[in-house]
């Protein structure tokens, strides 16, 4: 084990600021839908059109959502990244559409707009993969995602 004089220039102490102090999950949740997935979602008449196109009012709500689901599966290539490796901010919806490629998150983000555009209420979850273990939910971090 190395002695205390070696870590101890790597240790960085400070009390956290009060806008970043979270007390339960759910203030955390919505802290980040707030600051991070909100400021994205803008409405887009391209977005608009394309929600238009693949899933026509006239169908039922079930083949709506499938069709937009299967086009983002489909045509939009999956990056890989995890929330703490590629940033927690997700970027806007229409980027990826363009860049046909995000992450996971912007490809969520991406099917929520989508869904807006279709008049579809639709929300965000963050998942974890079987992989890494339950998540330590005595931890806030969105970084276990």
């Known amino acids: 084990m190395p002695s205390a004089s070696e870590v101890a220039p790597a240790i960085w102490m400070a009390p ?5 102090q ?12 707030e600051q991070s997935i909100a400021p994205q979602a ?6 608009h059109a394309l929600a238009a196109r693949l899933a026509p009012s006239g169908h039922g709500p ?14 939009i290539h999956t990056i890989s990244g995890t929330l703490e490796r590629s940033g927690y901010d997700p970027q806007p919806p229409l ?5 046909r490629r995000g992450t996971a998150l912007d490809k969520a983000c991406l099917l929520r707009a989508l869904l807006a555009e279709a008049d579809i209420d639709a929300r ?11 998540a330590d939910t005595s931890f806030l971090d969105l970084g276990q995602f």
């Open 124 to 134: 965000l979850a963050l998942a974890r993969g079987r992989s890494g273990g339950p």
């Open 16 to 20: 956290a600021s009060p806008e970043r």
């Open 95 to 99: 980027t990826t559409l363009k860049a």
């Open 62 to 75: 079930g083949a709506r959502i499938r069709a937009l689901h299967d086009h983002v599966r489909d045509e």
């Open 22 to 33: 979270v007390m339960s999950w759910s203030e955390l949740a919505r802290q980040y839908f």
């Open 42 to 47: 803008a409405p887009s008449a391209e977005l």
